[in-house]
């Protein structure tokens, strides 16, 4: 036991360290969780909030501490750890993802999500001509001017597609008119987003030629997957279904399979490796057991385990020590006012516009789209890799993802949720079905009840819990 306690330099007990500090974060996590569901926040800001704790803001002030428990040299683990999760939930999400509500929802979402891109890019590309010299103090190299700017303008106009989709599920939202209208523009938001963030990487690395051929490389690669794959597996499913063998193993395989090379096929392109696991969960068949068996045998330890290992890495890295005085305290301020009202204004007023609903409607769509969280923190994390943000405006932005994301469970209510009542019945003519939405999850896997001398339609109880 003493041996986990020697010099990290020498990574003989790696293993052991790992796995105690794999109990401490998820008994902090636990906790804060707890805590924060009394204030209706979702479970991933008690994640950040404890890799903050054992980071270097505040257990990291103790000596004992950073150079044996949690020493900056084993912070990789978690991250690499926390990866695997996060791709696993991605895919969740698009095994869930009902895209024939994505379909319908498709044209007025796409003029939501360019005014909630356009707007906030813009106000990031203007903000980042005063921030750039800011970055560049205490010593920190400078980074090409091309490249801050794309990627300031890139980090303002993000949406926590992930984040988003956790509290839309929490609060039984997801399969609504407002969770479809949301996540569709939240996806836009972040494949253009990881587009430009991909563009500002190659300026960084000296060559934006790179990144224009990322753009088109990413569209190939969605329409190969969209047509080709989908059908390889929608054919592979059918045939099993014909033979009553479903849940074949090697049908398991060859998904996980597609679920590997599609995140590493992101990666390797500089679109982050979750939006090719998202992309896999989407094409995969929806009908059957295939669905409603793999789906719960999945999240239990992708959300439990798994995912908040990411989380309290990205907290890790925040050192909010590098902001104790007024002027970078304005600086937060400043960066924090910009991003909420960019990314809210143009979503309130374009929901209205297009969809014209309520008044409520359109400030609850505003709210949710400034949701950053978890897509925040990874391009946050990929700017300071790649030596484009300081420590210290790293560490700004983070606090601004962090508090967009803490406000919006309890402004969602105020604004939205508290007379929120679903429709008691929502007709879907298309599939002969009657959609029954709940409050709270009844099993997990949608069930069919047939109504008899109805003309074979039925009713589907829709919950499902979620992360």
């Not at 007025?108 to 921030?131: K, M, V």
């Not at 969209?226 to 099993?240: E, P, Q, S």
């Not at 479903?246 to 399979?257: I, K």
């Not at 925040?376 to 606090?399: D, K």
């Amino acid at each position: 036991m003493v041996e986990i306690f020697a010099d990290p330099s020498i990574d003989v007990n790696y293993w052991a360290r790992f796995l105690m500090q794999f109990f401490i974060i998820l008994v902090i996590v636990r906790v804060m969780g707890w805590f924060l569901s009394l204030i209706k926040q979702p479970s991933v800001i008690g994640e950040i909030i404890a890799g903050i704790i054992v980071g270097p803001s505040v257990l990291g002030n103790i000596s004992f501490w950073s150079k044996h428990i949690f020493p900056p040299s084993s912070w990789n683990y978690f991250t690499l750890v926390g990866n695997v999760g996060l791709i696993l939930f991605m895919f969740n999400l698009g095994l869930e993802l009902d895209k024939d509500k994505i379909k319908n929802e498709w044209k007025r979402s796409l003029s939501i999500a360019i005014a909630t891109i356009i707007i906030p890019y813009a106000s990031g590309a203007a903000l980042s001509i005063y921030l750039y010299d800011i970055n560049n103090r205490d010593g920190f190299i400078a980074p090409d001017r091309a490249a801050f700017m794309l990627f300031i303008a890139s980090s303002m106009s993000f949406t926590a597609f992930p984040v988003l989709a956790s509290i839309l599920s929490s609060n039984n939202l997801i399969q609504s008119r407002i969770g479809t209208v949301t996540i569709s523009c939240a996806a836009i938001d972040d494949i253009m987003g990881w587009c430009s963030l991909a563009i500002a990487g190659a300026f960084a690395k000296g060559s934006g030629l790179v990144g224009l051929w990322v753009v088109l490389i990413a569209i190939g690669y969605i329409i190969f997957m969209f047509t080709i794959v989908k059908w390889l597996l929608t054919r592979a499913h059918d045939f099993l279904i014909e033979r009553d063998d479903e849940m074949n193993p090697l049908l398991l395989m060859g998904v996980f399979l597609v679920l590997i090379a599609s995140a590493f096929f992101c990666d390797i392109l500089g679109i982050h490796s979750f939006f090719g696991a998202f992309i896999a969960g989407i094409i995969c068949p929806k009908s059957g057991k295939f669905n409603a068996e793999l789906f719960p045998k999945i999240e239990l330890v992708t959300v439990e385990l798994l995912l908040p290992l990411f989380f309290a890495a990205s907290g890790m890295r925040t050192s909010l020590g590098t902001i104790n005085d007024t002027f970078y305290g304005g600086i937060t301020v400043l960066i924090f006012i910009i991003a909420t009202l960019a990314k809210f204004l143009p979503a309130f007023f374009m929901a209205k516009i297009v969809t014209k609903e309520s008044w409520k409607f359109s400030g609850a769509v505003g709210i949710l789209m400034n949701t950053r969280g978890l897509v925040e923190l990874i391009a946050l994390n990929i700017g300071l890799q790649l030596h484009i943000l300081s420590p210290r405006l790293f560490t700004m932005f983070i606090i601004m993802a962090i508090v967009t994301t803490f406000m919006t469970c309890p402004l969602l209510w105020l604004v939205y949720l508290r007379t929120y009542k679903p429709d008691a019945l929502i007709t879907n003519t298309r599939n002969n079905t009657i959609n029954i939405p709940i409050r709270y999850p009844l099993q997990p896997q949608q069930t069919i009840i047939p109504i008899n001398n109805i003309s074979n339609n039925h009713v589907n109880i829709i919950g499902r819990h979620h992360y």
